[in-house]
């Protein structure tokens, strides 16, 4: 599956994911694009998965007609996302296409 990084994910991650294609958020380009735009932008090239750091991001954005899963992080400390490592990979590889997951982490 192909998995979007957004801005605040820390990268160091992306290591537990190797069984996905992982790509960063700046690496496309689209660091400054916002949160609809983003989401277009990786749905039109074929993500399946969006992971952020954005808490508001359920709030804003609507997903029932979208084809990408958003997994949100609830922090953006890499010390912190360690520890929950195996959660997070194990939310990302079954993350359906348009639903939320949110992964607390203390």
């Known amino acids: 599956m192909r998995v979007l990084f957004d801005q605040g994910v ?5 290591l537990h994911l190797s069984q996905h294609e992982v790509v960063t958020a700046y690496e496309r380009g689209w660091s400054k694009l916002k949160n ?6 990786a749905e039109s090239n074929g ?13 804003q954005q609507n997903l029932k007609s979208r084809r990408i899963a958003v ?5 953006t400390s890499w010390p912190r996302i ?9 939310i990302v ?6 639903q939320y997951a949110e992964i607390h982490i203390p």
Do not use: K, S
């Open 71 to 75: 997994v949100i992080l609830t922090t």
């Open 93 to 98: 590889g079954a993350a359906v296409e348009g």
């Open 47 to 59: 993500f399946g998965v969006f992971l952020t750091t954005d808490t508001n991001l359920r709030y």
């Open 10 to 14: 820390p990268v160091p991650l992306r």
């Open 82 to 90: 360690q520890v929950a490592v195996a959660e997070v990979v194990r």
């Open 36 to 41: 609809g735009d983003l989401l277009d932008a």
